[in-house]
């Protein structure tokens, strides 16, 4: 694996990164060195203003919560489209709900898939950060405290 | 010029009405962002909303930033270097959907140029104080451990295209 940035590499993985806006966003931002380097990134998000701002590579996804139920349907539909379009070999996710349907579905297209969970979360893992721990490649919290060294690992945080 | 935000999601009508108060006792400025807060400032500029490329510039020309304990706010005063004093919004008076923020805020004590504060008499001592220690803007060794740990989780990751096709072929 080379250090080039540059951005059709073909042996590099496609990462499909999904962050709502706001503070997931922002830690995704934080994240995002170690992804360019690693491979050909597209971001989705909620807030495309913000992946503008950022000179990202993006595509829009729609926002809602877990009370949704009729917007988290449409979200799957969305998801399902998106991870068709991109193929990614590795989907990552800050949250929220929405970065949590785009891990599941790239997990059921074979992809691998990470989660970080919000550092907001200090004394217990999100909602979706516990659904995410039952089928992701791997769930990372960025709370020492809240890491059982198996499934829910820490591995540093992005303050 | 001291920069007030309380994020894009919810209103804050305690911590508003704090940094109106303070705004009132000191001499230095403060613009801030208020959201859909019903509480009106007196003392203080401010505007509802801020656009990203706006929000940046504020927070890079202020001395300080005040707001909620929200992780866009920590970060934007991180990439700053700036003082950031923050306030948990509390979900027993409604000020979020669950108590989260308390809890990062216990934590968040520890990293530098974070002033967690609970009431304006704190608020304005921090103000009115002459040296408040910044955040540091570099990447420190807990985000490199992260960054490490992606890398190391993605390179574990199959090619699709690749392993569908010619295995071990690498064009």
């Given at each position: 694996m080379t250090n080039e940035t540059s951005k059709q590499q073909t042996?590099?993985?496609?990462?499909?990164?999904?962050?709502?806006?706001?503070?997931?966003?922002?830690q995704m931002m934080q994240l995002r060195p170690a992804l360019e380097i690693s491979g050909n990134v597209i971001f989705a998000t909620t807030d495309p203003q913000l992946a503008k701002l950022a000179s990202a590579k993006y595509e829009v996804i729609e926002?809602?919560?877990?009370?949704?139920?009729?917007?988290?349907?449409k979200g799957l539909f969305a998801a399902h489209r998106l991870i068709r379009k991109i193929k990614p070999d590795i989907v990552v996710?800050?949250?929220?709900?929405?970065?949590?349907?785009?891990?599941?579905?790239?997990?059921?297209?074979?992809?691998?898939?990470?989660?970080?969970?919000?550092?907001?979360?200090?004394?217990?893992?999100?909602?979706?950060?516990?659904?995410?721990?039952?089928?992701?490649?791997?769930?990372?919290?960025?709370?020492?405290?809240?890491?059982?060294?198996?499934?829910?690992?820490?591995?540093?945080?992005?303050? | 010029m001291i920069f007030f935000t309380i994020g894009t999601q919810l209103p804050f009508d305690r911590l508003v009405a704090m940094v109106d108060d303070v705004a009132g006792k000191i001499s230095e400025p403060i613009i801030g962002q208020i959201g859909n807060t019903d509480y009106r400032p007196l003392n203080f500029q401010y505007s509802t909303h801020v656009e990203p490329?706006?929000?940046?510039?504020?927070?890079?020309?202020?001395?300080?930033?005040?707001?909620?304990a929200g992780i866009g706010t920590l970060l934007a005063a991180k990439l700053a270097a700036k003082p950031v004093?923050?306030?948990?919004?509390?979900?027993?008076?409604?000020?979020?959907?669950?108590?989260?923020q308390s809890a990062t805020a216990?934590?968040?004590?520890?990293?530098?140029?974070?002033?967690?504060?609970?009431?304006?008499?704190?608020l304005l001592q921090l103000l009115i104080s002459k040296e408040l220690q910044p955040m540091n803007s570099e990447t420190g060794p807990s985000l490199h451990k992260l960054h490490a740990k992606l890398r190391s989780e993605i390179s574990k990751g199959r090619l699709k295209r690749l392993t569908k096709n010619h295995p071990t072929k690498v064009s």
């Open positions: 042996n590099l993985p496609t990462i499909l990164a999904a962050a709502s806006g706001g503070g997931h966003w922002n926002d809602y919560n877990q009370s949704q139920p009729m917007k988290i349907l996710s800050t949250g929220a709900a929405p970065g949590l349907v785009c891990l599941l579905l790239g997990h059921l297209s074979g992809a691998r898939t990470i989660w970080v969970d919000s550092i907001a979360n200090a004394e217990k893992l999100s909602l979706s950060g516990r659904i995410a721990s039952n089928f992701a490649s791997i769930t990372l919290t960025q709370w020492e405290a809240l890491s059982d060294k198996n499934r829910i690992q820490y591995a540093g945080s992005v303050l | 490329e706006d929000f940046a510039e504020r927070v890079n020309n202020a001395r300080i930033i005040i707001g909620h004093i923050v306030m948990a919004r509390q979900a027993s008076l409604g000020e979020h959907r669950n108590d989260h216990k934590q968040l004590t520890n990293i530098q140029g974070v002033h967690v504060i609970h009431n304006t008499e704190e």
